[in-house]
Structures are given as C-alpha cells and as structure tokens.
C-alpha cells in the first residue's frame, strides 16, 4: 500500500529549487528547439526563463534587506542570522551568473549575425563569469560546512570548473580534440553520482528485507533511491547520445572540403545547427535530449520532498508553504489529505497488529501510579 501525504509535499517543499529547476527545464527546451529550427524565435525569448528567475532571486534579496534593516531577528534566534548570510552569498552567485547568460545570449546573437562580429568576445570571456562563479563557490561550500548549511548549487559549480574550461578552449579552437576527451570532467562526476546511486539502490534493498524498521520508513529509502536513479541514468545517456553526436557531426564536416577564404570566426557554433546530406542520417537534437527532459522533470518532482529553502526570499521568515498556508486557511485544510493506494501486504498488517498490540501494553507500563510498599507514620 503506497500512502501520498500532501501535508508531508508541501512541509518538505523546496520553493527556491522549485523555481530555478522549472527555470531551467524551459530553458533547455526552448533552446534545443531553437537550435533545431523547430521554432524561429529571438534569442530573447529563450533566456527569458532564467531571466526571470535572476530577477526574482534579486527582487527577493532586496525585499529580504529591507525586513532585515526593518525589524532585524532577535540576537537569540542566530539560525536566522546566518541564514540571511546565506541569501545574500547565493543571490551574489545568481548575479554573476546573470552575468554569464547575457554574455552568452550577446555570443549567439553574433553568431546568427544579429550583432556585428567582436572578435575580443571570445568563448573564454563567455565562459569568465563561470570561472569567478567556481571560485567563489569553493568559499561559500566552506562556510556553509561550518555553519551546517545547504552547498548543492555550490557543488554543482566547484566541481565543473574544469568541463567549463575545456568548452572554452575547444569552442575557440584552441585544442583539437574530439568531444569525448572534451566531456572526460563530466564522466568523471557522473560515474561517481552513478556509483553513489547504486549503493543507495543496494542499501535500500537490504533495508526492505528488514524487520527492524518501520514499513513507511523502509518504502521511503526504496522511493528515494528509485528517484535519484532516474535523475543520474537519464543525465548519463543524454552525455553519451551528445557525445556521439557532436562528434559524428564533427567527422562529417571534416570530410567536406572547404576553401581557406570561406572560413568564418562564427562558424564556431556551425555542427549544430548545419544540416548538410551527409547528416542527414545523425538525431536531431529534440531526439537526444529526451532522457535529459526526464532528468529534469524528476528533479522538480524531486523538490516537493527534500527539505531546505532559505526562509528570507520575500521577507517571508519562514517556510514558502508555511507563509502560504498561514494567510490562506482553506489551502491548509486541504493540504492535509493523505492518499493511500494499493493494498497492504500480509507483512505490513501483522507489523501494524504487532504495534498496536504493544501499544496498550507499553501505555499501562508507564502509566501506573507509583505508591510506598510501607508507609511510614511520624511520630507525635
């Protein structure tokens, strides 16, 4: 029997994931379709989603310093205090990276001949913002160890510092090597997420043959594994499926002679969106990128169950549903229906009956009026 608890979503609802992961998955469509020339639209329009997310981190920050200048927390409550510390670096971060997606819309606009062709603005000045962002990630990962905070978008960045190097150098011809050699930092994390996942899906197996823990606890280990198992596995066949296909991409255009004053800086970009007969035979990428539209949507799913979230975005001071549902009543009462599907099995109701058969027992152990054997009388 599997039980969907609405009141457990929306207590461990991460709304700020939320955002930048919905953020992100338009992103990626908009952009893959454009790239395909499945729909003819500005640039402008692609990176409007991650637009306005950077606009509402920004908005947020501001409305939280403004609380805070306010009616600042009492000088007990230190969580808080560090918490908005912790908003304030990461709303730093969202601004550099702001700051990457305008040079990268300006470089794509150049390559469509939309802008006039600056040769300083090169695929490493694109990419610079990405470098201080690494950087500045490895401070605030350390800072939020010691004060026992949330660093996934940190990590994210930390560790890919490397990739973003190599994208740099072989978007601007600097070295000449194929995709696979250029995408080595990105195996390399994803074959360490894939050997963690599969301790996490191991473990989980052995917890659920298990009587020592609860059958709620033991489907939440199952689920939580399943889960990030279909986050990693999508993720490493969309690198596979883009890998081979930039460079069959690159191959194919190798054997095509081209005259040296037919050259162009801007053809950087050219293997994907070039659509010559011999690639005619080679996916599209609306195809390849199937398994990373999963990933992403089982990111977002994934939110509605992991905790965190900084509670000063909006100067709200508390939970994103917990500030909902304390101005909106109705959507509490509602919020607390449970679902339950399936049937249980024979295990989970002896378990049950054995619990409630414990119950009585342990209640009336502890709940018995403690009296002297003796009573001793003061003399008068």
């Not at 338009?26 to 409007?48: G, T």
């Not at 293997?271 to 990128?289: E, H, Q």
């Amino acid at each position: 029997m599997v039980e969907i608890s609405l009141r457990t979503c929306f207590r461990d609802f991460n709304a700020p994931s939320f955002v930048f992961y919905l953020s992100v998955s338009i992103f990626s469509v908009l952009l893959i379709l454009r790239i395909d020339e499945v729909i003819d639209i500005d640039y402008a329009f692609v990176f409007l989603p991650l637009w306005i997310c950077g606009v509402l981190v920004i908005v947020g920050c501001f409305s939280a310093i403004v609380s805070y200048i306010y009616q600042p927390p009492p000088l007990a409550e230190i969580g808080l205090r560090w918490d908005f510390f912790a908003m304030i670096m990461s709303t730093i971060e969202h601004s550099i990276l702001v700051v990457f997606e305008v040079l990268l819309y300006y470089k794509l606009r150049m390559i469509d001949g939309d802008e006039p062709f600056d040769p300083t603005i090169t695929w490493s000045v694109v990419f610079a913002p990405l470098f201080g962002l690494a950087i500045l990630a490895v401070t605030v990962m350390v800072w939020a160890v010691r004060f026992s905070k949330s660093f996934k978008f940190e990590l994210f960045f930390s560790v890919n510092v490397i990739q973003f190097v190599f994208l740099a150098l072989k978007l601007d011809n600097v070295v000449d090597w194929n995709w696979a050699i250029v995408f080595i930092p990105a195996w390399m994390v994803l074959a360490v997420c894939l050997i963690a996942v599969v301790y996490a899906v191991i473990l989980a197996i052995l917890l659920s043959r298990t009587m020592q823990m609860l059958p709620a606890h033991r489907r939440q280990h199952i689920v939580s594994a399943f889960c990030h198992f279909l986050v990693v596995v999508p993720m490493l066949v969309f690198m596979l499926l883009l890998t081979g296909r930039l460079d069959a991409i690159e191959g194919s255009n190798s054997t095509i002679p081209i005259h040296p004053t037919t050259l162009d800086p801007l053809d950087l970009l050219e293997p994907l969106t070039t659509t010559l007969t011999p690639l005619d035979a080679i996916p599209n990428l609306s195809t390849i990128s199937i398994p990373l539209f999963v990933a992403l949507a089982q990111l977002i799913l994934l939110t509605f169950g992991s905790r965190g979230g900084n509670p000063w975005w909006f100067a709200m001071r508390k939970p994103f549903c917990n500030f909902i549902f304390g101005h909106s009543p109705c959507l509490q009462q509602y919020a607390n229906i449970s679902y339950k599907m399936g049937r249980s099995s024979s295990g989970e109701e002896n378990e049950s009956e054995l619990l409630e058969a414990q119950r009585p027992e342990e209640h009336t152990r502890f709940s018995r009026l403690m009296v002297p054997i003796e009573t001793l009388e003061a003399p008068d």
